[in-house]
């Protein structure tokens, strides 16, 4: 049964969301697990309840937007200014040494097993570093609505982990433009978008 209508996409929307919060809760598990295991399940790539249309698409955006909102409440000027510390020191060093062990990792697959493999392992260091700006990344949506359900928001830890994901939201944009431009080959068009 697909969802045809958009009241018909949002009811089924809410009551699995609503049967898999249920479910991860009798699991011990957290709810955002259950979001999406439910999204992931229904969606248009697993059992298909959900089809690919621009109403789904609508839905998704608000639904995030909404996350966003809520996490927004959580913050104000003032704490993000006694962070600044956490989020260009820490948060700095753990984008760099994921991208740089990524970085390093890959290659020394590869050169390990480029004879055997006979260059199925074969990666260059641009892809590489994709790689490994993709795997310095989390979910900030995610990762304070668990830090919010577990009371850890305001310990010690959990300032340091809002200042890592804060640098990971702003380091977004320069590795959208780095990526790109490291794999066409560099050169004075990527410092002059990086300027811009």
Do not use: C
Request: charged content about 10%; overall charge positive; proline content about 4%.
């Amino acid at each position: 049964m697909l969802a045809s209508s958009a009241l018909e996409l949002t009811l089924l929307l809410l009551s699995a969301a609503v049967l898999g919060v249920v479910a991860f809760r009798l699991m011990h598990l957290p709810p955002m697990l259950g979001y999406l295991a439910v999204g992931a399940l229904i969606g248009p790539h697993a059992l298909g309840l959900v089809p690919e249309t621009t109403s789904a698409r609508h839905l998704a955006e608000f639904g995030v937007v909404f996350l966003m909102f809520s996490i927004g409440l959580e913050f104000n000027l003032s704490k993000l200014r006694a962070l600044r510390a956490t989020v260009f020191g820490l948060g700095l060093a753990q984008v760099i040494a994921t991208i740089a062990l990524a970085v390093a990792g890959m290659l020394t697959i590869a050169w390990l097993f480029a004879d055997f493999a006979q260059g199925r392992f074969a990666v260059s260091w641009p892809g590489a570093f994709a790689l490994g700006a993709a795997l310095s990344m989390s979910s900030t949506a995610i990762v304070v609505k668990l830090l919010v359900e577990k009371l850890a928001l305001e310990t010690p830890h959990g300032r340091q982990i809002i200042g890592v994901l804060l640098f990971q939201d702003l380091a977004v944009v320069p590795l959208l433009i780095l990526v790109p431009s490291i794999a066409k080959g560099g050169g004075n068009g990527m410092w002059h978008s990086l300027g811009i």
